[in-house]
């Protein structure tokens, strides 16, 4: 079972860019995804990374906005969030799940551990 701890969130004007970090420990071999939840809303999926970081899976409303990548120690994973809209705003989550092999990338769904979460709030 890996632990996740979130960080990074914050205010942030439209246009803008946050960086939010994901600290993973207590871990073996996982793939990573970053999920957000607005208020009244389900959690929804943003972006996921496999344990070998050659493949990556974006939401719709995150592609060509936002890059999920990882450390080469598998410790840290990231999401960078450029030219930010008042929709992105939401409580954001990172996730984890054990890869049985090095590209894979679980659905959504079968995402099993989760961090507390990071507010990240977006003023128009």
């Not at 960086?19 to 389900?42: D, I, N, T």
């Not at 496999?50 to 493949?55: A, D, G, I, K, R």
């Not at 990882?70 to 994973?77: E, H, L, P, T």
Request: glycine share 10%; net charge neutral; aromatic share 12%.
């Amino acid at each position: 079972q890996v632990q996740l701890v979130e960080s990074g969130g914050g205010l942030v004007q439209a246009g803008g860019s946050l960086r939010l970090s994901c600290a993973a420990s207590g871990h073996s071999r996982y793939a990573a995804g970053w999920f957000r939840q607005a208020p009244g809303k389900e959690r929804e999926f943003v972006a996921a990374i496999s344990w070998s970081s050659f493949t990556t899976h974006y939401a719709d409303s995150a592609k060509g906005r936002f890059t999920i990548s990882r450390d080469d120690a598998r410790n840290m994973v990231y999401l960078q969030m450029n030219s930010l809209k008042p929709e992105d705003t939401g409580v954001y989550y990172c996730a984890a799940r054990f890869a049985v092999y090095s590209d894979y990338v679980p659905a959504p769904s079968d995402f099993d551990s989760w961090g507390q979460g990071t507010q990240v709030t977006v003023s128009s």
